[in-house]
């Protein structure tokens, strides 16, 4: 996604680290997600909360001029050796 930015991939790691190592260590922690048993394990909560952060983060802070750049390289990306489009 165009959007994504630094700050949200580093804040969305650090916080979904620390629901999963928390769920894992304390599952108690986690009941209220219906921890254990059936429920969610702390490495869902913490992808949960990850993919959210990086969202809100995606539209406070502005994206980063590189990035379309990256994009449009990978978009007209050719093989070496030959001349089709991948």
Same mark, same amino acid.
């Not at 260590?25 to 394990?41: H, N």
């Not at 990086?54 to 750049?69: G, M, S």
């Given at each position: 996604?165009?959007?994504? *930015?630094?700050? @949200? +991939? &580093?804040?969305?790691?650090? +916080? %979904?680290?620390?629901? &999963?190592? $928390? %769920?894992? =260590?304390?599952? /108690?922690? $986690? !009941?209220? /997600? @219906?921890? %254990?048993?059936? %429920?969610? &394990? @702390?490495?869902? $909560? @913490?992808?949960?909360? *990850?993919? =959210? =952060?990086?969202?809100?983060? /995606?539209?406070?802070?502005?994206?980063? #001029?590189? +990035?379309? #750049?990256?994009? *449009?390289?990978?978009?007209?990306?050719?093989?070496?050796?030959? *001349?089709? !489009? =991948?």
């Amino acid at each position: 996604w165009r959007r994504v *930015n630094l700050p @949200g +991939v &580093s804040i969305g790691f650090t +916080v %979904g680290c620390l629901f &999963s190592i $928390i %769920g894992n =260590i304390w599952p /108690a922690t $986690i !009941a209220w /997600a @219906g921890g %254990g048993g059936l %429920g969610w &394990s @702390g490495g869902m $909560i @913490g992808v949960f909360f *990850n993919i =959210i =952060i990086i969202i809100i983060c /995606a539209f406070v802070f502005k994206p980063y #001029e590189r +990035v379309d #750049e990256l994009f *449009n390289t990978v978009k007209t990306y050719r093989e070496v050796h030959t *001349n089709k !489009a =991948i």
